[in-house]
């Protein structure tokens, strides 16, 4: 008897959209949730989904910080990989001025990151297509910024990932990461995490093998920073307000991102917290360049 292989799609389509066929989808809980809020949902504010379309820590700030360094300019064209609901696409298109496209396998996001540009205004500097980051169906070439938050700890073949980089890059275009590695401390991991629910689905690479990647893929680095602390000080603050609202349940507050990884998101932010703090996971930010192979 053969073991059923692996499928990496359907596994990330269920950790963050819900197994499928379970209940409503994605988007009508969140089209709803919007309702219960006193919003329309066809029509939103960027502050209104800030809760639902920021996965990653140290929210907006974190994606201005990244997006600073590695100087997104007016035009540029960007690619957002492992773009999620969309919020750093739309980040990028309305303050920096990118026409950005945001890559996701989980197709429910996609769903959801298109819904969010068409109520915020943004559809026309943004799109978004679902395809594994390994095989991203745009021309060699034809981006000047490649731009990856909080994705590739989800990815298990991070080579092939930076290859289809190299190709889909001008030459001499950038790399821009906000990355979750792996620290010093290898005990396990608290679980779950934002990012999975098991150690066999997290694939953490430490910041020394990530780098060697990056090298063995072609690219050179600019500027790589450790923000660990910022972003354990972020955390820790989100966890203290989480614990309030879960006893104040006040109701009307916009969408959070329990919606989107469930009720243990609490749970997953206080993990997350204790593994930056015990060393177990590091946050790293930097800028590439493409170099040649
Ligand atoms: C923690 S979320 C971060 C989303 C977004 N970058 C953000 O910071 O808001 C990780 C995202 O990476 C996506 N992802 C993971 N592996 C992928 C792959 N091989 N190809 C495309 N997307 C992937 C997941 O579906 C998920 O949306």
Known sequence: ??????????????HYAGPAGQGEGLLARLHEAFRAAGREPDRLSLDDIAGIDQLHLGGRTASRSLATLGTV???ERVLDVGCGTGGASRLLADEYGAEVTGVDITRDFVAVASWLSAATGLAERTRFLC?????VPLAAGSVEVVWCQHALMNMPAVPRVLAEW????????RVLL????????REPLALPVPWARSAATSHLRSREALERCL?????VPETVRDVTQAALAWRQTRSEHESIAAVSAAGQS???PALIFGDDFPLMGRNLRDNLAADKVRILEGVWRRGNR
């Open 1 to 14: 008897m053969s073991a059923e292989p692996y499928d990496l799609g359907r596994h990330l389509n269920d």
């Open 178 to 185: 906000h990355e979750v590695v792996a620290g010093d401390n």
């Open 166 to 173: 190299h190709r889909l890059l001008v030459p001499g275009g």
């Open 73 to 75: 300019a007016p035009g």
């Open 131 to 135: 395809a594994d980051a390994a095989a």
């Open 254 to 256: 916009m969408p959070g």
């Open 215 to 219: 090298a063995l893929a072609g690219f």
